[in-house]
C-alpha cells in the first residue's frame, strides 16, 4: 500500500522524477521507457486495473499529493494501477512505449484483471483511447481527447504547430478505430470548444457515450471533475460495469453546484448579452446557492428585462464582476 505517500512541490523536475520512481520501486515497479516516458505499476489485487496516462506537468500542477491520479483512485479500493508518464508533448508517439503495451499484450498482462479502467485527458486522452486496444473489452474514460494530429484526419486542429512533426500514421495511430475494441467509452467534451467538439465527433463507435459539458470555451474540465472527485465516480461506476447515458448524465450533474464551472457559465451567457437566459441561469443557481455574483447579474438582467428598474450601485458592481 502507498497510503500516505507524498511528493513534495518544492522538487525540481529531475528531483520530483527520481522520487516517483522511489515510489515506484518501493511499492511496485518504475520503468524508464526511452529518454521521455516511464511506466508506474503497483500491483493490488486482480479485481480492478486502472491505467492512466498523464504528463509530468499536470501531475505537478494538479495533484495535492504530486502523484498520478492513479494513486489516489486506486489505493483506498485495493486495485491495482498503471501509470504512463510522459515528460513532453509528444501524444505518447513512441516506439519504446509501442513496445512496452506489446510485451503487456504478448505476457496476458491485462488479462489477470476481472475489470481494467483506462483513463486520461487531452493528449493523454488521445493516448488512453489508443492504447486500450492492448485490453480488448476494457471501460475508457476520455476528457476532450484527440482523435489525431494526423494532417489527413485532423488538419483543420492548428492548436498544436509543434505536433506536426510527429508521425501519426504508425501503430497505436488512430484513436477512434483503436477505441473499437473497448466495451465502453465516456467521452466528455465542452461543445464550443470548436476544434475539441470536431475530435469528440470523429469517436463515432456504437460503445462512445458522447457527455457533453458546457463550459463556454474556458477548458478546465478535467480541473472540475478531478475537484469534485467525479473521475473517482465515473471510475466506480465503469468498473462495476454500470457505464451507461444516464449514469453518466446522473454524475456529471454534480457541476451544477460546483461554482468554478457555473462562473464559466455565467461568463458564456453574458458574452452573448442575452438577458433572458441570465436571469433564468442566475435564478436557477440562486435557489441552490446564495452567490453575489449570480445576485447582482439578475437583478441588472432583469433590468434590461423591464422588469424592475435599474440599481446603479449593483449595476457597478456587475460591471466590476465582468472586469
Known amino acids: 500500500m502507498v497510503a500516505g505517500a507524498t511528493i513534495s ?8 522524477w527520481d522520487a516517483l520512481r522511489g515510489v515506484g520501486n518501493e511499492h511496485g515497479s518504475f520503468s524508464n521507457l526511452g529518454r521521455h516516458h516511464a511506466a508506474v505499476f503497483v500491483e493490488q489485487s486482480h479485481k480492478v486495473l486502472f491505467v492512466g496516462f498523464e504528463t509530468a506537468f499536470g501531475i505537478r500542477s494538479g495533484s495535492e499529493t504530486g502523484l498520478p491520479i492513479a494513486f489516489d483512485i486506486s489505493e483506498r479500493r485495493n486495485w491495482s494501477h498503471l501509470t504512463i508518464l510522459t515528460k513532453s508533448q ?17 505476457h496476458a498482462f491485462f488479462d489477470q484483471f476481472d475489470r481494467v479502467v483506462f483513463y486520461g485527458a487531452g493528449m493523454c486522452g488521445y493516448a488512453a483511447a489508443a492504447f486500450s486496444v492492448a485490453s480488448p473489452g476494457a471501460s475508457v474514460l476520455l476528457v476532450s481527447p484527440q482523435a489525431s494530429l494526423d494532417r489527413k484526419v485532423a488538419g483543420w486542429d492548428t492548436r498544436f504547430p509543434s ?11 488512430n484513436a477512434p478505430r483503436l477505441l473499437d475494441a473497448a466495451e465502453t467509452a465516456l467521452l466528455v467534451f465542452d461543445p464550443d470548444e470548436v476544434e475539441d467538439a470536431m475530435h469528440a465527433s470523429l469517436f463515432n463507435g456504437d460503445n462512445v457515450i458522447h457527455q457533453r459539458y458546457r463550459r463556454g470555451g474556458a477548458g478546465a474540465i478535467e480541473a472540475d471533475l478531478r475537484n469534485m472527485s467525479l473521475i473517482s465516480k465515473l471510475t466506480d461506476t465503469a468498473s462495476q460495469d454500470r457505464l451507461t447515458p444516464g449514469e453518466a448524465a446522473r454524475i456529471l450533474r454534480a457541476r451544477r453546484s460546483h461554482v468554478p464551472y457555473l462562473r464559466a457559465l455565467l461568463s458564456r451567457v ?12 442566475c435564478r436557477a443557481v440562486l435557489a441552490e446557492q446564495p452567490l453575489p455574483r449570480f445576485r447582482q447579474h439578475l437583478e441588472r438582467a432583469e433590468a434590461q428585462l423591464g422588469l424592475r428598474p435599474a440599481d446603479p450601485d449593483t449595476a457597478a458592481a456587475a460591471r466590476r464582476d465582468e472586469a
Do not use: M
Request: net charge negative; charged share 35%.
Open 9 to 16: 512541490t518544492e522538487l525540481s523536475n529531475a528531483e520530483w
Open 163 to 173: 505536433a506536426r512533426r510527429i508521425d501519426f500514421g504508425s501503430r497505436y495511430a
Open 270 to 281: 453574458l458574452a452573448e448579452d442575452r438577458p433572458a437566459l441570465t436571469a433564468r441561469l
Open 90 to 106: 509528444n501524444w505518447f508517439r513512441d516506439e519504446n512505449l509501442f513496445r512496452f503495451f506489446d510485451r503487456l499484450v504478448d
